[in-house]
């Protein structure tokens, strides 16, 4: 079901949230939800350009700076002591290199500027020669859920070839290896990309799937939020419960040659996950829904992790 349904956590609180502005929007009597009134007031000071580009820079910064910031504190702190447990590869990047963190940090807010920025410019006019949904009328709730499991799947095609494409011998060094530098992953790692692997990995895949599917702004908004807390999850060393885990991406950091997709589905169907399947990785690649961590639930096998 994981290759399937991997980023379903992450759509599960979000459809809690949206339930839970449901219930205050039945309480409070009001005609619109929260996130309608939003939308609405969004509607009066930007036009539909700003919404798109704007927009999805500013979910995924923000979302991106939070995360980031909570994965960060746990792993320069080593605080709370309780968090531990949920380290994936116990023992490494404590603490991480603050040097190269710094570093990290600067390169992606300018290849923000220089790369992101009109790459989703782009996009928005692929779109819009596609034809952008009316932008006054927000989707339903199962569209955006329906579409968002469809550009899940779009993207993971893509970025399963365009990441296969990056390892072949003689693109690698030039582009994915500084990727690679993390053999254990931190939260920073999803960001410590060459800017060429930013486009074509990053956010190319994700346009091609809004122009394909021709997104409405909103669910852009929700799908890039999702793809942003995934990566940044996928990437953050932890296994924290009731959230995705870390686990199938953490083991191609490890291994290197396998494991290339993001749900899982591509290498399955092309048998790049085989060494994987026999890997106490794949037992530990579960939604935690106790506070027990996935060490103590599949401990190690003589000390060693296979
Ligand atoms: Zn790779
Ligand atoms: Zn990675």
Not at 73 to 89: E, G, H, L, M, S
Not at 129 to 138: F, M, S
């Amino acid at each position: 079901m994981q290759i399937i349904f991997r980023t379903a956590p992450v759509y599960f609180w979000m459809f809690t949230i949206w339930c839970i502005s449901k219930v205050f929007q039945c309480i409070y009597k009001q005609e619109k939800t929260v996130w309608e009134l939003i939308w609405d007031q969004s509607l009066i000071y930007f036009d539909e350009y700003n919404l798109f580009v704007d927009g999805i820079l500013i979910i995924s910064s923000i979302s991106t700076f939070w995360l980031l910031a909570m994965y960060s504190i746990f792993d320069f702190t080593q605080k709370p002591a309780f968090i531990r447990k949920y380290k994936v590869n116990p023992n490494t990047n404590e603490p991480p290199d603050h040097r190269k963190f710094i570093k990290v940090l600067v390169c992606s807010t300018f290849s923000g500027f220089f790369v992101a920025r009109p790459a989703i410019i782009l996009i928005y006019f692929g779109l819009k020669v596609r034809g952008i949904p009316d932008i006054r009328v927000l989707p339903n709730i199962q569209n955006v859920l329906i579409t968002c499991f469809i550009n899940d799947h779009l993207l993971d095609i893509v970025a399963y070839t365009v990441h296969r494409l990056l390892h072949h011998r003689l693109i690698y060094k030039h582009i994915h290896k500084k990727h690679h530098e993390y053999k254990s992953t931190i939260a920073v790692a999803g960001l410590h990309t060459h800017p060429l692997e930013q486009l074509f990995l990053g956010i190319m895949p994700l346009g091609l799937g809004y122009i394909t599917l021709r997104c409405h702004i909103a669910t852009a908004w929700i799908h890039i939020l999702s793809s942003v807390i995934n990566s940044t999850i996928t990437h953050s060393g932890y296994h924290l419960p009731f959230l995705g885990s870390p686990a199938f991406h953490d083991y191609h950091h490890v291994k290197f040659d396998c494991n290339y997709s993001i749900l899982g589905l591509m290498d399955r169907i092309f048998r790049t996950d085989k060494a994987y399947r026999n890997s106490i990785y794949e037992r530990r690649d579960i939604v935690l829904m106790s506070f027990e961590s996935t060490r103590e639930l599949y401990p190690d096998v003589n000390d060693k992790v296979l």
